[in-house]
């Protein structure tokens, strides 16, 4: 059983490292819209699977023991759906809004056998708990970078964990790939982990 993580995020590297398998990583530039018209549960898993889906058509060869693992992560509160910020200014406004009350994090899940004839996936939730934040930690926050890339705009790995007074679910989640739903695709797949 051979394994690529089709991601562009170190983070998500290092949480797949921690399961103990051998991984190639690559990755493919798709088009990250989400579906609106799915409940959003489905769009992030059918968002996973176009990133799946992009790197097997990069595949030279595409044998049915090789599977490819992809995932996607959002932010959720009161409906609205937060992804990468665009700029610092949006970043600011992101954090604004989450200060000082629970929303949840969102990861869609996919395991796509490389001949295509299978596909699993999942996702998890995790709800966090913002402590209120003043608009100068904000800045402070936000000027470090940190929020650029990560949805929701922070990252609870780094400097984001001074930000979060509770979490209620799966950490690794919200670090971009819940740990234990991945190891049971991976388990559905044949893969043998603990066990
Ligand atoms: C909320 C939160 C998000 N994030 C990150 C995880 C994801 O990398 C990112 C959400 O963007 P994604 O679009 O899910 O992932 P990505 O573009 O970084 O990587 P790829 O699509 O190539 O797999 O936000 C953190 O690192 N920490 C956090 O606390």
């Not at 990250?32 to 968002?47: K, Y």
Request: glycine residues 8%; neutral net charge.
């Amino acid at each position: 059983m051979k394994l690529v993580l089709a991601s562009a995020s170190p983070r998500r590297q290092q949480l797949l490292k921690l399961l103990g398998l051998d991984f190639q990583v690559l990755t493919a530039d798709i088009d990250e819209t989400l579906d609106s018209a799915q409940p959003l549960a489905s769009a992030i898993q059918d968002l996973a699977r176009r990133k799946a889906r992009a790197v097997q058509e990069q595949l030279p060869e595409r044998p049915a023991d090789l599977y490819i693992l992809a995932a996607d992560t959002v932010v959720v509160l009161e409906g609205q759906i937060l992804g990468k910020p665009a700029n610092a200014r949006e970043a600011e406004a992101m954090l604004q809004f989450l200060s000082g009350r629970p929303h949840q994090v969102m990861t869609g899940v996919v395991l796509l056998r490389a001949d295509g004839e299978s596909c699993y996936s999942d996702y998890a939730v995790t709800e966090v708990t913002f402590r209120p934040l003043t608009a100068n930690e904000i800045r402070a926050y936000v000027a470090t970078g940190e929020p650029l890339d990560k949805a929701g705009a922070y990252g609870i790995q780094g400097l984001g964990s001074l930000l979060v007074d509770r979490i209620n679910g799966c950490y690794y989640n919200v670090v971009g790939l819940p740990l234990v739903k991945t190891m049971q695709l991976l388990r559905q797949a044949g893969w043998r982990i603990l066990s």
